[in-house]
RNA sequence: GGGCAGAUGGCCGAGUGGUUAAAGGCGACAGACUGUAAAUCUGUUCUCUCACGAGUACGUAGGUUCGAACCCUACUCUGCCCA
């Protein structure tokens, strides 16, 4: 079947980066920039597939490959024809490769050169994760986008060990290649490898990582270990390099980020997908992205507060629940709580990215952007 | 009418002579969360003070003691049992 496809529809003029797109998949195209609600396990929590669709109007989720394959695992996968005859999603699924949880289950796992050893969060179980297997397994869920294996380093590191943790990442990255091409689709349509850049935050190192990247010439790059705890001014120094570096023929898809401040600068400097758990993990806890700010509705404040969780946003339930009832919710511990924050908080993600792409295809996203910004980042 | 048990901070509940403004839980009030080990985690929660600190507090009133939530007496109330 087809390749995956970019087209490059529109960018932004002046300093601004900003770039609009259509990426084609098997499953249906991508408008870009875009923003990637995150399912873990298959499932975007506390939120239903047609959700997604009708409220959300997602337009291609993430799942991850280490808690996939520990659950279900891999046999049910494959038997059902792949995670989106499981999950029912038809349309595009991005898999991350557990490089993430090279980082983040650091505790519980060694790394090799061979790969990297982890013992489950689960059961406690010992497996090995090479670029290999992570390959197999990735064929085996059947995303449309897979990630490279990599390993994400902490922030700070030392040089040394930025820029060993970066020779590793690109060798394994030679091995997702070959694996990839050694081994068929499963299910009758395309999947694409996206490498991911790594450096931590020294410029060379950067540099020399998008430089090797790029030379892949896959169908899309990534940008990896930023937002993990450096400060924010950083983040965009390294997103800026990494885009510039970056071919602009391809979807650049910079890995975890972040808030919507996040997103709306990472889109100026060049970005074109984006996913995080803030929207719906933040939510669960409470917190709201709203079109006039950001909301903690556990907060007395909203207990008698009556309008719209969010009057400015088209999503159905911004406008048919109002603040004092979620607020309810969520003090009462009602599922529904949970549920209504995530897809609000979705809803409003999507919708700041399908407004940004506005703006970049009629030349008005600077401006835009800068009044954005101050609204987004204010506290209610 | 008699017997027994008990009364602790918004609630439940530990404490039975000094290190007790009083454990713990709940509730309440805030904060954190960035390729999800998260419907999670952290902090505050008698009054006054930015703080140091001071003042009040373990049913009520009195007493013993250098010192009492803790011991004694009376009273009030609550629960259970017997009439």
Known sequence: MAALTFELQATATG??????????????EIMTPIFMPVGTVGSVKAVTQQQLKLDVQAQIILGNTYHLYLRPGTEVLQGAGGLH?????????????????????????????EGVMFQSHIDGSRHLFSPESVMDIQ?????????????????????????????????????????????????????????IVQGSTYKDLRRASCEYIASKEAAGNAIGGLSVGEPEEMMYEFTALCAADLPSHKPRYLMGVGTPWNILECIDLGIDMFD?????????????????GVINIRNKKWASDFSAIDPGLPAEI?????KAYLRHLFISEELLGLQLASIQNLAFYLWLVGEARKHILD????????EMLDIVKQRL
């Open 318 to 322: 911004s406008q048919y629940y109002t």
């Open 15 to 28: 300093d601004s980066k900003a770039r609009a797109g259509r990426i084609s998949t098997d499953h249906g």
């Open 276 to 292: 995080c758990v803030m929207p719906t993990r933040n939510g669960r806890n409470g917190m709201l992205f709203t079109t006039q």
């Open 363 to 370: 030349n008005s996203f600077v401006s835009w952007k800068r």
């Open 85 to 113: 005859r499981f999950n029912s999603w038809d349309r595009p699924i991005l898999t991350d490769s557990g490089g993430y949880q090279v980082f983040s289950l650091a505790a519980n796992r060694k790394i090799k050169e």
């Open 139 to 195: 064929r085996s869920i059947g995303a449309d986008i897979i990630m490279a294996f990599d390993e994400c380093p902490p922030y700070p590191s030392e040089y040394d060990y930025a820029k060993k943790s970066m020779g590793l990442t690109h060798r394994w990255l030679d091995r997702c290649f070959q694996r990839l091409a050694d081994t068929p689709d499963k299910y009758g349509y395309t999947q694409h490898l996206f490498p």
